[in-house]
T-cell receptor, first 114, second 112 residues
Framework: GAGVSQSPRYKVAKRGQDVALRCDPI?????LFWYQQALGQGPEFLTY????????KSGLPSDRFFAERPEGSVSTLKIQRTQQEDSAVYLC????????????FGSGTRLTVV | GQQLNQSPQSMFIQEGEDVSMNCTSS?????WLWYKQEPGEGPVLLIA?????ELTSNGRLTAQFGITRKDSFLNISASIPSDVGIYFC????????????FGRGTSLIVHP
């Protein structure tokens, strides 16, 4: 597609439930990033892939968060045993290289944990 | 880690007014980025700055890379209702990093 596609757009999960968020980057983009954006805050870095390799996961807040990109295109961010503090918008961005100015963000998935 | 402070936190202005916002960093940056985020959407890059003192325009938007390399400014001239959104500054997490760290944003509301 023309842009970065994320699904679902909205997700409501009961506390303790596992969730999986999907990101379809722009075709051919080698770099893929996940960000978490809490209400009233700027996006905060979670993890970065170059092709299928996860090169940086320093922003993942706990071991309940896991991301993968097995074939170097679509990526999934999984959150296990969701907690209320996980409620946020999860943004995915892709870039043709690692250049800062080449980022294109998706519209995000709004996760609400009740 | 590095911190970016944006001010003001929010602005309420009349259509046609000029807008000024700024961003300061606790450390030196070699790149500054300005993004706009509209409700329900991801941030969209507006302007990128690469050297101290650089002044770059994109339509009614003008951004400057501060000489100290610890600050940047964004100006919007003759604001219109579609300028409504949250404006974020961002810079690399560390020296040569490709991962931007974002400020908390300036929320802009334009009254017709």
């Amino acid at each position: 597609g023309a842009g970065v596609s994320q699904s679902p757009r909205y997700k409501v999960a009961k506390r303790g439930q596992d969730v999986a968020l999907r990101c379809d980057p722009i075709s051919g983009h080698v770099s893929l990033f996940w960000y978490q954006q809490a209400l009233g805050q700027g996006p905060e870095f979670l993890t970065y892939f170059q092709n299928e390799a996860q090169l940086d996961k320093s922003g993942l807040p706990s071991d309940r968060f896991f991301a993968e990109r097995p074939e170097g295109s679509v990526s999934t961010l999984k959150i296990q045993r969701t907690q209320q503090e996980d409620s946020a918008v999860y943004l995915c961005a892709s870039s043709p290289t690692g250049d800062l100015y080449g980022y294109t963000f998706g519209s995000g998935t709004r996760l609400t944990v009740v | 880690g590095q911190q970016l402070n944006q001010s003001p936190q929010s602005m309420f202005i009349q259509e046609g007014e000029d807008v000024s916002m700024n961003c300061t960093s606790s450390s030196i940056f070699n790149t500054w980025l300005w993004y706009k985020q509209e409700p329900g959407e991801g941030p969209v890059l507006l302007i990128a700055l690469y050297k101290a003192g650089e002044l770059t325009s994109n339509g009614r938007l003008t951004a400057q890379f501060g000489i100290t390399r610890k600050d940047s400014f964004l100006n919007i001239s003759a604001s219109i209702p579609s300028d409504v959104g949250i404006y974020f500054c961002a810079g690399p997490t560390s020296g040569g990093s490709y991962i931007p760290t974002f400020g908390r944003g300036t929320s802009l509301i334009v009254h017709p």
